[in-house]
């Protein structure tokens, strides 16, 4: 069964600082990941898709890596704002199912202070 | 840019009674999910729904759940009788035909929170 945890549960930076979170899952054979965004009481915006054949992604300020061998992903946040404050969820989908299930992480609650 | 819509997006109601919750995914899109999350704990999945079936469920989505497409637009999930537990966040999904453009990502409406009295 697909695990995923997310390391750290929490995070407080100051304004400007560039962080990064960790995700890393139990079963490598992935078919691809998918990093959201999660703000208080709202849904899930999707920020970047790595597919399992893929190094990383960018988008803008983020940019997102996988290592599918070792079961790790970790999502860089560039130059961070305060409107960057969010709960960030890891997900994958399982090998061989384009339109399969994700398996979330618990999230990393990030607090970006000016 | 299009979006998945959920309604309501708060339902109380009392432990045993029926609720049913809705979704209006992306026009073009193929496959439906939805998703919960219990206050505090992780994003689960539910149940996958494609070509009017049930493609994929999880072992949360026993005979107290149902899913429905009963229009070319709405996606609902029923629960039959509520429990205490059941209380959660609701996240309905959807995803496109595959293709470089899509890269099959699912997108999230903003949720129903479901509290169970």
């Known amino acids: 069964k697909q695990e995923v945890t997310q390391i750290p549960a929490a995070l407080s930076v100051p304004e400007g600082e560039n962080l990064v979170l960790n995700c890393s899952f139990t079963?490598?054979?992935?078919?691809?990941l998918q990093w959201f965004r999660q703000d208080p009481g709202k849904g899930l915006t999707s920020l970047l898709l790595?597919?399992?054949?893929?190094r990383e992604q960018t988008s803008g300020r983020l940019n997102a890596s996988l290592d599918k061998s070792s079961g790790r992903s970790t999502l860089y946040i560039a130059a961070s704002q305060p409107g960057d404050s969010a709960t960030y969820l890891c997900a994958v989908r399982p090998g061989g199912t384009s339109y399969g299930k994700l398996t979330f992480g618990q999230g990393t609650i990030l607090t970006v202070h000016p | 840019e299009p979006e998945v819509t959920q309604t309501p997006s708060h339902q109380v109601t009392q432990m045993g009674q029926e609720v049913i919750l809705r979704c209006v995914p992306i026009?073009?899109?193929?496959?439906f999910y939805w998703y919960r999350q219990i206050l505090g704990q992780k994003v689960e999945f539910l149940v996958s729904f494609y070509n009017n079936e049930i493609s994929e469920k999880s072992e949360i989505f026993d005979d107290q759940f149902s899913v429905e497409r009963p229009d070319g637009s709405n996606f609902t999930l029923k629960i039959r009788s509520t429990k205490l537990e059941d209380s959660a966040m609701y996240f309905c999904a959807s995803s496109a035909i595959w293709g470089r453009k899509t890269k099959n990502i699912q997108y999230f409406g903003a949720g129903t929170r479901l509290s169970v009295l």
């Open positions: 079963d490598s054979a992935i078919y691809n």
């Open positions: 026009s073009n899109h193929l496959y």
């Open positions: 790595i597919q399992s054949s893929q």
